[in-house]
């Protein structure tokens, strides 16, 4: 099983900064791609960013030149650096890893159990 703990999560004011992380764990031969996804009440989850193992990024249009999202391929862990907050990126943050468990198993998506982020004055 792979496990994802995510940490960084709080309050900060507009304007203000945060740094989400995530560590996965447990059993698994591999992981390709990683990343942050965050739901808000009465939404859909939406992607915010992705990264693959050769580095790759993707960002969800809302969060474009202000979030930054890097991953450390020896450990498994993957960070979302989150600048310039609005209030409207309030949500519960997401990790995702894609992975598999055995060298001849399926790719399958894994989730934290997510970290709230609330931007408010």
């Known amino acids: 099983q792979v496990q994802l703990v995510e940490s960084g999560g709080g309050l900060v004011q507009p304007g203000g900064s945060l740094r989400l992380s995530c560590a996965a764990s447990?059993?698994?031969?591999?992981?390709?791609?990683m990343g942050w996804y965050r739901q808000a009440p009465g939404k859909q989850r939406e992607l915010v960013a992705v990264i693959t193992v050769g580095g790759t990024t993707n960002y969800g249009d809302s969060v474009k030149g202000r979030f930054t999202i890097s991953r450390d391929n020896g450990k498994n862990t993957v960070d979302l650096q989150m600048n310039s907050l609005k209030p409207e990126d309030t949500a519960v943050y997401y990790c995702?890893?894609?992975?598999?468990?055995?060298?001849?198993?399926?790719?399958?998506?894994?989730w934290g159990q997510g970290t709230q982020v609330t931007v408010s004055s």
């Open positions: 447990g059993t698994f031969f591999s992981i390709n791609g």
């Open positions: 995702n890893a894609n992975a598999r468990r055995f060298w001849n198993s399926k790719w399958s998506d894994y």
